[in-house]
Nanobody, 120 residues
Framework: QVELMESGGGLVQAGGSLRLSCAAL????????MAWYRQAPGKQRELLATITSGGSTNYADSVKGRFTISRDNGKYMVYLQMNSLNPADTAVYYCNAVEIWNYGTTDGYWGQGTQVTVSS
């Protein structure tokens, strides 16, 4: 089991950057596929990026080339570097962890979310 805590959200102007962090409290961080999601008001939760313990990444088309996911297995941390932000990126951003053997079959664990607001 793992507990996740996001930080780094806030208010930023269009064109700016933010770096989100997610601290994982628990054991065996390398057993988890980590991901970032977001949910805007009135919309479904959207998968943005995933990263395996080995560093393989995947991105949604909506953020590819602008966002970068990374992780530090020694520090039990995962990050989301967000560049070229625009108002459509305004949402609550969530960190997610799923055990490798459960990937695709369960929702896994979620953080409480951090608000990102991009002003025009």
């Amino acid at each position: 089991q793992v507990e996740l805590m996001e930080s780094g959200g806030g208010l930023v102007q269009a064109g700016g950057s933010l770096r989100l962090s997610c601290a994982a409290l628990g054991s065996s961080f390398s057993n988890y596929v980590m991901a970032w999601y977001r949910q805007a008001p009135g919309k479904q939760r959207e998968l943005l990026a995933t990263i395996t313990s080995g560093g393989s990444t995947n991105y949604a088309d909506s953020v590819k080339g602008r966002f970068t996911i990374s992780r530090d297995n020694g520090k039990y941390m995962v990050y989301l570097q967000m560049n070229s932000l625009n108002p459509a990126d305004t949402a609550v951003y969530y960190c997610n962890a799923v055990e490798i053997w459960n990937y695709g079959t369960t929702d896994g664990y979620w953080g409480q979310g951090t608000q990102v607001t991009v002003s025009s």
